[in-house]
């Protein structure tokens, strides 16, 4: 629950009561259960900047259909972009003016149109989202795709096949897709442009199988290749719009593809009697093939799943079905039928019973088997069906495979434990969902829907909430009854016997649409599910299952028909409002004073001036929506008593202003604290701010010392709002100078004293106005970069500091090993008390660390902007970097295992963050401990001279090596045996011995020392494993590296870190038991432990207490 009030003094609902207690909802949003992306709180900065990631690379650098269903053109529907739906016009482009693309222009417009408003980034492949002008949000997510991005732009979906290289492909899909273009000389095809459009996709098949097997379909789904084979040879196919039809396959059989968004389906048509006597029959053979997915096989369902590497559901074939051409196919009386194309009048592409078992249809669910070893899915056919005297030729056999991107499924009781998942091997092309008894087959049928939940919705309050669904056919005009249910989940294995809780009758509805075009025609129906759209928003659901049954499943009048898929697909709508975003301490402002930043070392203080606080709101629904932001000032020290808790009205862009506050009103020698919430024109209240802290924004009221004062430079820019500011000059070529300026009147400033980042070594007297310009400086390091100031009147009194923040943009040279931020000096990675990843800045020399000021690890928004992981993300992670894990752009990444036990590697973005949703798993290879089992890893860049990270790790009492890293394995893992490891940690491998061979540093931990074990080079240059592994193997040992003090109790974190002292040694980097972080410089014969120097340190105010990671 979002706690907009103090929670410590119910009396004062309005108050924050101290930023230090108000926040307790956060806390408990810390404590649950939920993944990272719903918990994510607004990060402490504004991280907009991440958008401009891309620019940073400053080097060079399901199954979703394998086989799928029996199908014909779908006859449903089809509604253009102009289309009304039962009132839901489509909102047209304004011409007379820029098109609106963010939530807040289309907010904008929409408001001074009165019209809705398409906002276009909100666009993905099954929703659209459009400003309206209320201020609320509409939403529209289909149950298929409906779009696909093609050349970096969305596209209607358009599966008209074309001729390309290899075969032929559909123009506007979401995943490649590529049907053979046949490997025998026959009939040309028809119909299909020879314009080279794409490139096909390559995957080698097997070479034992040369000569026997056919590549049928090239397919690829979530980053996943598959191949789908014939057993013999196949002709050229013709082409009809979306489908390949490849006569005569065997003598009197065809087989036909239609392509579809993220997948395909697939018919074999045995087209008479003697050909159902074909020995293929016998055993209809399909091989699926893929290098990263693995086939499972549920013998009861007769279900084959494709699987990825974490067990994740890629693809499925439910269970295979065949029925034959007996029953008429049931459409709307009225409605014609549609004609063939010239090309194919002549095909088995005008056969009716490719529209999929009717009424009165002779069908059976088949047998299958599958061998894992070769990959071939065996089709059992029912000969008693091809043999059957009343069975009605063609008929129609169809195994079928298909991905998870379209999530329906029809239950069926006449085959109870048969899957008909995405609606395959029951309909025509998957596209009818049913409901209802039909009499003339004795089945009885239920549809689930499930459709993807936006993330924009998490937290949103629900104002109305709509299923639509285009009803296609009924048994008569007469009204009968339908309801609409809240269910459980589905998967491909989901069956009459094993169909999810029917949870909550949501809605119903009556009527006859469908049975004749002029008095009760195909028509869209609505039915609310308010109550389930806001429980999926609340409980932050992916997903929002809804199912479809007969009132009274014993009576044929019941049965109905509705379209399933493409345009005419069923959606939901939800028109919503979603509660405003926390101020961020970069938006909070003090004039005279300074930006907010409460994880400063000092209170900033004010002299006597009046006070202007200035804050700057947004609101994910347009910042137009905001209605007030909520001031409050308090005494530090009693948050129950404001000086000031007023509600400002924001202008336009979100930014409200109070008239200044008198100095009178504030007590000197107080220090105060002020926070602030948003509001928004429906009442919904943000937490306050800033945000990704529970510490509050200060000041100090000093009526004698100066106050704070103020710097501008135009060399380096601030960052502003969103943090997006770079210089431009990159770091080692920019230079430029500051300009001070008094934060009041009167003060008489006489200097300056100012630095960068660390303390005020330097000085700048003032002019006789109270300014002073600095010499030409130059920034310590690339990224953000700080500079403190501090004014001093001529009594020596002596204001409190100006921080000015500001980004160097880093030179375009490949990171240094260990360097996050391309200033060429390695960083450092932490993982503090609270779970968050921590990312410290390092300048040359000995100069102490400097936290980042961007989150390290963020994900991105439905607004496009990144937000900070939530606390805990990194409870019980180990992290390492060294090396450009991924995607071999020049970049150090971060590799981490992680508490699910998983090991992963993240890719930097070049600014010492990451997007965590980028993540990829990493596998190890057989014979290798289990992930979970490793107690440390250190990442230490390619030791075998195959140009790949690698990576030592230790596993109870073993040490491991891991190497041959291809993006998403290691290829081999040595286990250096020959010594017990168990009371020995590592530390860093690097040359310590100035011959070019890596050596190797350990803590030995009973003995309190630090072991340098110098290593061996290969006759190829490359580091000898087995040099590092003993003792007896090495080159040699020193015991006494560090003597003694580095037991785990002492020094519970010990590290290796890169040479920052410029004098090639690396150096080990300590997290004492006292939270202090000190650097011991490397040497060979030993640390330099005469002249280490601190990077964190409890007496000048900081401290790692509690922190449980450092890589």
């Not at 559909?170 to 028809?190: C, E, I, Q, R, Y």
């Not at 439910?318 to 051409?325: A, T």
């Not at 669904?469 to 309801?483: D, E, I, K, V």
Request: one cysteine or more.
């Amino acid at each position: 629950m979002r706690v907009a009030g103090n929670p410590r003094a119910a009396q004062h609902p309005g108050a924050p009561g101290g930023k230090e207690v108000m926040d307790a909802s956060k806390a408990a949003e810390k404590a649950s259960s939920t993944p990272p992306e719903a918990q994510a709180n607004p990060p402490e900065q504004p991280m907009a900047l991440r958008n401009l990631r891309s620019s940073r690379k400053r080097r060079s650098a399901g199954l979703a259909a394998l086989l799928a269903v029996a199908v014909a053109i779908p006859t449903g529907l089809h509604l253009n972009a102009t289309l009304s739906q039962d009132g839901f016009p489509q909102a047209k482009p304004n011409t007379a003016r820029k098109a609106p693309v963010t939530t807040d222009e289309a907010v904008r417009e929409a408001r001074r149109t009165g019209k809705d408003i398409e906002v276009p980034d909100q666009r993905t492949a099954t929703s659209t989202t459009w400003a309206r002008p209320d201020g609320l949000l509409r939403t529209r997510t289909y149950g298929d795709t409906i779009r696909a991005k093609v050349g970096g732009e969305w596209k209607p979906i358009d599966t008209t096949l074309e001729r390309v290289n290899g075969g032929y492909a559909p123009k506007a899909v979401n995943d490649p897709l590529l049907f053979s273009h046949g490997t025998t000389a026959g009939k040309s095809a028809s119909r299909a442009s020879r314009a080279l459009a794409r490139p096909a996709l390559l995957l080698d098949s097997p070479s034992e199988d040369a000569g026997i097997w056919s590549e049928l379909v090239r397919f690829t789904t979530d980053g996943h290749d598959i191949v789908v084979s014939w057993p013999g040879p196949l002709p050229a196919p013709v082409i009809d719009g979306p489908r390949a039809l490849y006569e005569e396959v065997r003598p009197g059989i065809d087989l036909l593809l239609t392509a579809r968004d993220s997948g395909f389906s697939h018919v074999l048509i045995v087209k008479n009697r003697e050909a159902a006597s074909d020995p293929v029959l016998n055993g209809l053979d399909y091989r699926l093939t893929s290098p990263t997915l693995t086939f499972t096989f549920d013998a009861k369902t007769r279900v084959v799943s494709a699987r990825d590497n974490s067990g994740q559901e890629v693809a499925a074939a439910p269970s295979p079905y065949m029925w034959d051409s007996a029953g008429p196919v049931k459409k709307t009386i009225g409605e014609s039928a549609p004609s063939p194309e010239a090309a194919v009048e002549d095909t088995s592409l005008t056969e009716d019973g490719l529209a999929g078992p009717q009424p009165g249809t002779h069908d059976a669910p088949l047998g299958a088997t599958f061998n894992q070893d070769t990959g071939v899915l065996a089709i059992t056919v029912a000969d008693k069906l091809l043999a059957d005297a009343d069975t009605v030729y063609p008929v129609f056999i169809d195994p079928s495979l298909k991905g998870r991107k379209q999530n329906w499924t029809l239950l069926y009781e006449k085959y109870r434990t048969s899957s008909f998942y995405n609606g395959q091997n029951f309909n025509d092309g998957s596209n009818d969902a049913r409901v209802g008894y039909e009499s003339d087959s004795g089945g009885l049928s239920r549809s689930i829907f499930t459709f993807e939940y936006p993330s924009a919705l998490r937290g949103a309050t629900v104002k109305t909430a709509t299923f639509r669904a285009l009803q296609t056919y009924a048994w008569g005009c007469a009204s009968r009854q339908y309801n609409l249910y809240l269910t459980g989940a589905i998967s491909s294995t989901t069956t009459w016997d094993t169909q999810p809780a029917w949870i909550r009758q949501l809605s119903s509805q009556t009527n006859g649409h469908g049975y004749r075009s002029d008095t009760c025609p195909d028509k869209w129906i609505a039915m609310d599910i308010r109550s389930a759209a806001q429980e999926a928003s609340n409980g932050k659901w992916a997903s929002l299952p809804l199912g479809l049954r007969a009132a009274n499943e014993g009576e044929a009048s019941y049965w109905k028909k509705f379209l399933a898929n493409g345009e005419s697909a069923p959606y939901i709508e939800m028109v919503y409002n979603r509660p405003p975003n926390e101020p961020t301490a970069s938006a909070m402002k003090m004039s005279p004073g300074v930006t907010c930043d409460p994880n400063a070392g000092y209170v900033p203080s004010v002299g006597k001036s009046d006070l202007t606080f200035i804050v700057t709101g947004s609101d994910p629904d347009g910042a137009t929506n905001l209605k007030y932001i909520n001031l409050y000032v308090w005494p530090t020290n009693d948050p129950d008593h404001p000086v000031v808790n007023q509600n400002l009205t924001p202008d336009s862009y979100g930014t409200a202003k109070n008239t200044p506050y008198p100095w009178s009103m504030f007590t000197n020698g107080t220090t105060y604290s002020w926070a602030a919430r948003t509001i928004d024109d429906d009442g919904a209240t943000s937490l306050w701010g800033p945000a990704g802290t529970t510490k509050p924004c200060k000041f100090k009221v000093d009526n004698t010392a100066p106050t704070s004062p103020n710097a501008t430079s135009t060399a380096f820019p601030p960052p502003g709002s969103e943090y997006d500011v770079w210089s431009t000059k990159r770091y080692g070529e920019v230079t430029g100078t500051f300009t001070f300026t008094p934060g009041g009147t009167g003060e008489g400033v006489a200097k300056y004293q100012y630095s960068f980042n660390t303390a005020f070594d330097q000085t700048v007297t003032a002019t006789a106005d109270g300014s002073a310009v600095t010499p030409v400086l130059r920034p310590p390091h690339a990224g953000p970069n700080v500079l403190y100031v501090r004014a001093v009147d001529a009594s020596g009194n002596i204001s409190s500091p100006f921080q000015y923040v500001f980004y160097v943009s880093p030179p375009k040279v490949l990171d240094h090993p260990g360097d996050v931020t391309g200033d060429g000096i390695p960083d450092l990675y932490s993982v503090n008390e609270d779970g968050v990843l921590e990312l410290y800045a390092k300048s040359p020399g000995k100069d102490r660390f400097h936290r980042w000021l961007m989150a390290a690890a963020y994900t991105i928004g439905d607004d496009g902007k990144a937000v900070q992981v939530p606390d805990g993300y990194w409870t019980n992670a180990l992290i390492t970097h060294n090396g450009d894990w991924l995607p071999g752009d020049g970049i150090q990444d971060l590799v981490a295992r992680m508490a699910d036990g998983k090991l992963y590697t993240y890719e930097a973005d070049g600014y010492g963050g990451f997007d965590v949703n980028k993540r990829r798993e990493v596998i190890l290879p057989a014979g290798a401990p289990a992930p979970a089992s490793l107690r440390q890893i250190v990442a230490v860049g390619d030791v075998t001279g195959d140009g790949r990270p690698d990576m030592l790790a230790l596993a109870s009492g073993n040490l491991w090596a891991f190497t041959g890293y291809t993006g998403a394995t290691f290829t081999k893992a040595t286990h250096l045996t020959g010594e017990d490891w168990t009371d020995r940690d590592l530390v860093q491998l690097g040359d310590l011995g100035a011959d070019s061979a890596l050596d190797l540093v350990f803590r030995a931990n009973t003995a309190g020392q630090l072991q340098l074990r110098y290593g061996k080079n290969t006759a190829t240059g490359a580091l000898d494993l087995a040099s590092i592994g003993t003792r007896t193997a090495s080159g040699g040992q020193l015991d006494t590296y560090g003597a003694s003090g580095w037991s785990r109790a002492a020094a519970p974190i010990v590290t290796g870190f890169q040479d920052i002292t410029s004098d090639g040694n690396p150096e080990v980097v300590v997290l004492l038991a006292n939270g202090d972080v000190r650097v011991n410089p490397g040497h060979a014969s030993g640390l330099v432990a005469t002249t280490p120097f601190y990077l964190v340190r409890s007496t000048i105010g900081t401290t790692w207490s509690g922190y449980s990671a450092i890589g």
